[in-house]
C-alpha cells in the first residue's frame, strides 16, 4: 500500500520502524528523506547501465536485466542489513517517483511476511513538499534576527534561548558551517538537504511565537539561504549583541579552538583573504597564525576585515536594532546574557526596543 503525504510531518506522524532508500547511492548522497537508510537495488553503474539499455535497445530489454539486477541486490540487502528484522518490523520504502524500484523491493518484504509500505510519489513528492515550504510559503512565525560584530558569541548565545523560552533555528548548524572563510567544519550538505533540514525547521514552528536566527549573508558556505527566510531576515527586527573587541577577540580564540590547534589551516584560510587586502596584511595576518598569536590575529582580522564589512552591510537593513551589551564573552557568563537576550527579544516583537 502507498501512503500519501500533503505535510512533511506526516512523515514521522506515521511511526515507521525504518525508512528505506532504494534509489542509487549517488541520489542517496545527494539529498533524501530524514532517517532513512541507504538499501539500493541497483547501484550507480547498475542504473546507468539499465538506462542506457532502455533508451538504446527497448524498455523490455532494460526491465528484463532491471528486475535481475534488483533481485540479486534484494538478496544482499536481505541477507545483510535486515537480517535481523522480526516479524512484526514495518519498514517504508521509496525511490525517486514510487514506482519500479521500489515497487518491486516492497513486493519481495511484503510477501516474505513484513507489514511494508511505499510513499506515493516517492522522493519527488518529499521534495516537491520542501519546496512548497522555503519557496512558496511565508515564514509562519515572528522572525528576529540575532545581530553583532564578529566574535559575539551568537551562535552559543542562539542555542541557549531555548532554555528561556524561545523558538530558533540554527542555520549555521543545519548548513554545518560557521559563516564565515574560517567556518568550515567539515562537508556540508547538498543544497538540497539543507533545503530539507530547513523545511522541516520552519513547519514545526508555532506561529504565535517569535523565533530567532543568527545574522547571515544570503550564503553560509557553499548552502544558499531560500528566499522566504531571506526576505524575512531581512525586515525582522534585530537584536545585536554589543562587546568589545578585545573580549571578542579572546572568545574567538576558544570558539575556534579546531582551527587554531592547526596553524597551517589557519594560515592557509588567511591567504583566501589576498584578492581583499594588501600583501604587507596578509603576511602580518600569516606570522601571527604561525607564531601562535591568536588573540592578536583575532583582533586584527576584526579591525581591519570583518568589523567594517559587517557595518557596511547592516547600513543596508532598514529594520529596527535593540542593543544588548555584554561586558564579559566567558563560557560561566554565556547563560546570563542569554536570558538578556531572550527578554529582548520578547520586546522587541511588541515593539519596544529600548532595553
Known sequence: MAITLTRLSDLSAQGFDDIIDVRAPAEFAEDHLPGAMSLPVLNDAERARVGTIYKQVSPFSARKIGAALVAKNAALHLQGPLADKTGGWRPLVYCWRGGQR????????????????TLAGGYKTWRGLVVRAVYDTPVRAPVVVLDGNTGSAKTELLNLLPGFGVQVIDLEGLARHRGSLFGAVGAQPSQKAFEGALALALEGLDPSRPVVVEAESSKIGNCRLPPEIWKAMVAAPRVAIAASRSARAEYLVRAYADLTADPARLSATVDLLKPLHARDVIE???????VGEFTALADSL???????RYGKHRERMAAPVAEVRAHSLAASDLPGLAERVAGAVRRVTVGSSKL
Open 302 to 308: 576584526m579591525e581591519r576585515h570583518y568589523d567594517p
Open 284 to 290: 602580518e595576518w600569516r606570522g601571527l597564525a604561525l
Open 102 to 117: 521500489s515497487g518491486s523491493f516492497a513486493t519481495i518484504l511484503s510477501q516474505i511476511g513484513w507489514r511494508v509500505e
